[in-house]
């Protein structure tokens, strides 16, 4: 949890996506969707302050999401669409720094992953995406702690990714 001291850092906000040049055959809320997949990711590792639930009165959203009861993005009115340093853990605060950096980790892997439906903001909002990303968020997490935990998580080239993607599948 965030002491008076520290800054609070927006990650992301529902309404930077909604503003501008949102596609108009979408409906606003598809706009917090990518968000509301790495808050639900967070949540079911355990990276949402316990504190900030309670006082945030979102227990039951919170819990709609680990038992999958409610959608991947259950929490978004309940914070404003928002995804803010407050809402979590030391561990969530330093990996979403180090991740979810604008046109970098997160970002990046989610277009990789959804392509145009992506940039579209035409993904749903549901298990089945959840289910898609989750594997590739667990793996970035597990490299970001192999990496000991940096500011800036070492992204790989596209090519290499795709090279590691293969001999997997492969083997």
Do not use: C
């Given at each position: 949890?965030?002491?008076?001291?520290?800054?609070?850092l927006e990650y992301d906000l529902w309404r930077w996506h909604?503003?501008?040049?949102?596609?108009?055959?979408?409906?606003?809320?598809?706009?917090?969707?990518?968000?509301?997949?790495f808050v639900a990711w967070l949540a079911n590792n355990d990276m949402l302050d316990e504190k900030w639930i309670a006082g945030s009165d979102l227990?039951?959203?919170?819990?709609?999401?680990?038992?999958?009861?409610?959608?991947?993005?259950?929490?978004r009115d309940g914070t404003d669409g928002r995804l803010g340093s407050e809402m979590l853990t030391a561990e969530g605060q330093a990996f979403a720094s180090a991740y979810y950096?604008?046109?970098?980790g997160y970002p990046r892997d989610w277009r990789r992953a959804f392509g145009r439906?992506?940039?579209?903001?035409?993904?749903?909002?549901?298990?089945a995406t959840y289910d898609w990303i989750a594997p590739l968020?667990?793996?970035?997490?597990?490299?970001?702690?192999?990496?000991?935990?940096?500011?800036?998580?070492?992204?790989?080239?596209?090519?290499?990714?795709?090279?590691?993607?293969?001999?997997?599948?492969?083997?």
């Open positions: 949890m965030q002491s008076d001291e520290e800054p609070i909604t503003e501008g040049k949102f596609p108009k055959d979408q409906p606003p809320e598809h706009g917090y969707v990518h968000i509301g997949v227990a039951g959203a919170s819990a709609a999401i680990r038992d999958r009861t409610g959608s991947p993005s259950a929490l950096a604008p046109e970098y439906n992506a940039d579209h903001y035409a993904v749903p909002d549901d298990w968020i667990d793996r970035r997490h597990r490299e970001w702690i192999d990496a000991g935990r940096p500011d800036l998580l070492p992204m790989p080239r596209f090519f290499t990714m795709l090279l590691k993607m293969f001999r997997a599948r492969a083997g």
